[in-house]
């Protein structure tokens, strides 16, 4: 089973910056799109961006302007640079992976606590 590792979380105050990361732990084949998703506490898990296989981004409205996902096809890894972090950014990052034997859910890391507070 394949499991993909995050990093880069943090505490950062308001209108800072963090980088997160996701690493798959084994090989993946044909990937489709890589994704953050975010879960604040007592709110659902929001898609907050995703990337296609040919570079196609979308953002969640709250977040554009501010952060950018980009992915290295070559070693599989997915990014987000966030900048301009505000409180309501606050929450556990997911990274989440859409492939051909993945099924419809796809795989998903483990999170890492992002929070911004003074």
């Known amino acids: 089973q394949v499991q993909l590792v995050e990093s880069g979380g943090g505490l950062v105050q308001p209108g800072g910056s963090l980088r997160l990361s996701c690493v798959p732990s084994g090989s993946i084949f044909s990937i489709y799109t890589m994704n953050w998703y975010r879960q604040a506490p007592g709110k659902q898990r929001e898609l907050v961006a995703g990337?296609?296989?040919?570079?196609?981004?979308n953002y969640a409205d709250s977040v554009k302007g501010r952060f950018t996902i980009s992915r290295d096809n070559a070693k599989n890894t997915v990014y987000l640079q966030m900048n301009s972090l505000k409180p309501d950014d606050t929450a556990v990052y997911y990274c989440n992976v859409r492939a051909y034997y993945s099924g419809p859910n796809g795989y998903w890391g483990q999170g890492t606590q992002v929070t911004v507070s003074s």
């Open positions: 990337i296609s296989s040919g570079g196609s981004t």
